[in-house]
């Protein structure tokens, strides 16, 4: 019986030990080894033509009179400056 008992124990403390170590591993690898704790990874921005959000680095960059537009796709932004 205490046989019983201390392998459920050792058991625990194992799965318990695995559990911790895949949550900060996972953790780590998906914060980024650049980017300090808290920093966001990018915005969101909206499409001028279209109302889409999309993250600001996936979009389409315009600079006219002196601001930054981003557009969805290449056709929004096309749209856009034909609409001029």
Known sequence: MIRIIVLIAVGYIGFRFL???????????????????GELDDIMVQDPVCQVY??????VHLHRNGKDLYFCSPECRQRYISNL
Not at 19 to 34: D, M, T, V
Not at 54 to 59: D, E, I, T, V, Y
Request: charged share 20%; aromatic share 8%; proline share 12%.
């Open 54 to 59: 999309f993250p600001k680095r996936s979009g």
């Open 19 to 37: 559990k911790s170590w895949i949550i900060k591993h996972i953790s780590i690898s998906q914060a980024g080894a650049n980017r300090p704790p």
